[in-house]
């Protein structure tokens, strides 16, 4: 089993940033990949970023070149830093961890941009 816990959403103007980190307990050592995925109000939850156990990583086309996903592997924790923040990145972002044939969520924590 894997734990995740999210921290760092909150209220933020437009152009803003915001810096959201997940702390993962227990078998960690079976994960692969980590990522980041957000669902607004009324939408279906969709991928943010994404990171291997090799430092790959993935964006979403909405989020390239204003996010960036890192990983601290000592600390079983992955960042997701988001500048440039639009109304539009308004959700609960959650995040996800692969290990195996099994993957795990956090309990999501709430980013809005709103000024």
């Known amino acids: 089993q894997v734990k995740l816990v999210e921290s760092g959403g909150g209220l933020v103007q437009p152009g803003g940033s915001l810096r959201l980190s997940c702390a993962a307990s227990?078998?960690?050592?079976?994960?692969?990949?980590m990522g980041w995925y957000r669902q607004a109000p009324g939408k279906q939850r969709e991928l943010v970023a994404t990171?291997?156990?090799?430092?790959?990583?993935n964006y979403a086309d909405s989020v390239k070149g204003r996010f960036t996903i890192s990983r601290d592997t000592a600390k079983n924790t992955v960042y997701l830093q988001m500048n440039s923040l639009k109304p539009d990145d308004t959700a609960v972002y959650y995040c996800?961890?692969?290990?195996?044939?099994?993957?795990?969520w956090g309990q999501g924590t709430q980013v809005t941009v709103s000024s």
């Open positions: 996800k961890a692969i290990g195996g044939p099994l993957s795990y």
């Open positions: 990171i291997t156990s090799g430092g790959s990583t």
């Open positions: 227990g078998s960690t050592s079976s994960i692969y990949a």
